[in-house]
């Protein structure tokens, strides 16, 4: 993008100044649907998702027989739901404001194998491409017992593939850790930046790390590459997955039970609200997507970006989706939130979700970890930066008057409403790395 361009967006978009400055800001889209009219547009069904779902199930033996902290949920990846009123009323106080309704929070930083998010989407899209390949190969039938994959046999036969893929952080501790388990040739390509214990942590698991001197676009280039060298080597396209995408989508109906079982209604006069950390998108939009056709017009889904590197916002504000990143206009994309540095978003879940999503908000890296902190203190729950960006959400929600107006939020509503934070990681930070997290924090 040129110069005149940028001026000309700044003009037509006054919200881009704001961002340009790094304030905080909300932005609710007025262009949203009706959950029926939008999922209409995503490209990807019900059926789809339910599809991921049994393929995840038929998976669950493998999961009890190799990963035994799994056999408490039957070999099901799944993470906990809470609520948190000691933090609610923490939140209400830092606010100076109300905050009606019942805070709530799911642990995706506590999902077993990876401790994030990235548990749900990067390994379901291994676990795809090892299924078609030992199916194809005539060694495996879906009504077999799955467990046989842990054998010397399937890990000899998956030894001929490899996977290769471009991250930092936890879609490399995902991918990495269950390929290797299934016997596959991994490599994790890493920018220079990529944090130490992360790479310790991959090659203890036999995983090959590459290293790059330049920043993250390099080393997905490598990966790609590696994967267009060799036809044996399946490249995982974080911006551009519908596999990743379905994966994450699994979890709607997977906390539409955990809602039921805990007596939690949610309905008309019932509303939730769900507050998702973005980063490319597929994490949040796949979830957003799942809970869009477990809740329908009943959820409300919002995304939470830092100041440093609010992608998503600027895509769907400006219509221009990947056309544009935030280097464009000169923010630079460094934050402490690992998960969530992203320039440039991913165009497919831009344009698939912008009818279903309610509102994007940034905030800065300092408000993440006060709220680090004050959520140890509180609950005694221990995050990573990221997975603290839906914090926020409620206060952003109900502070926002015309938006509460526009979508017809009564008090009464909002009186029986649950909001939910998305907490998506920080399970596996070593000790003295949450030490230091701790430090930052003001509070
Ligand atoms: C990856 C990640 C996200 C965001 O997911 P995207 O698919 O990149 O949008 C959020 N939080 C954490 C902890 C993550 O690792």
Known sequence: MDMAEIEKLKNTFPLLRELIALNEVTWFNPAITDAAEGLRHVGLTAEDVADASARLSRFAP???????????????????????????????????????????????????????????????????HAESLATEAGLLSYSDNYAKLDSKEFRRFFSRYSIAVGSTGNLGLSIGIISATLGFNVSVHMSADARQWKKDKLR????????????????????????????LCHFIDDENSTNLFLGYAVAGERLKTQFRDAGIVVSRENPLFVYLPCGVG??????????????????????????????????????????????????????????????????????????????????????????????????????????????????????????????????????????????????????????????????
């Open 204 to 231: 203890a698991h036999g995983v090959n790390v590459v290293e790059y001197q330049s920043d993250y676009s390099l080393a997905v280039e490598k990966g790609r590459e590696e994967a267009e060298n060799n036809p």
């Open 282 to 443: 597929g994490g949040p939009g796949g979830v957003a997507f799942g809970l869009k056709l477990a809740f329908g017009d009943n959820v409300h889904c919002i995304f939470a970006e830092p100041t440093h590197s609010p992608c998503m916002l600027l895509g769907v504000h400006t219509g221009l989706h990947d056309a544009i990143s935030v280097q464009d206009l000169g923010i630079d994309n460094v934050t402490a939130a690992d998960g969530l540095a992203v320039g440039r978003a991913s165009g497919f879940v831009g344009r698939a979700m912008e009818r279903l999503i309610d509102g994007y908000y940034t905030l800065t890296d300092q408000e993440m970890f006060d709220l680090l902190s004050l959520l140890d203190k509180t609950e005694q729950i221990r995050l990573e930066p990221s997975a603290l960006a839906g914090m926020p959400g409620m206060q952003r929600i109900l502070s926002d008057t015309s938006y509460l107006n526009r979508m017809d939020f009564t008090q009464e509503k909002l009186n029986n409403a649950t909001h939910l934070v998305w907490a998506t990681g920080g399970g596996m930070v070593p000790e003295e790395e949450m030490a230091k997290y701790l430090d930052v924090a003001g509070v």
């Open 62 to 128: 493998y999961f009890e027989a190799v990963f035994p902290q799994t056999q408490i949920t039957k070999g099901i990846i799944e993470s906990p739901l809470s609520a948190i009123p000691s933090m609610q009323s923490a939140l209400a106080s830092r606010y100076k404001t109300d905050l009606p309704g019942k805070l709530m929070i799911k642990l995706d930083a506590y999902l077993p194998v990876s401790g994030s998010i990235k548990a749900r989407g990067g390994i379901y899209e291994v676990l795809f």
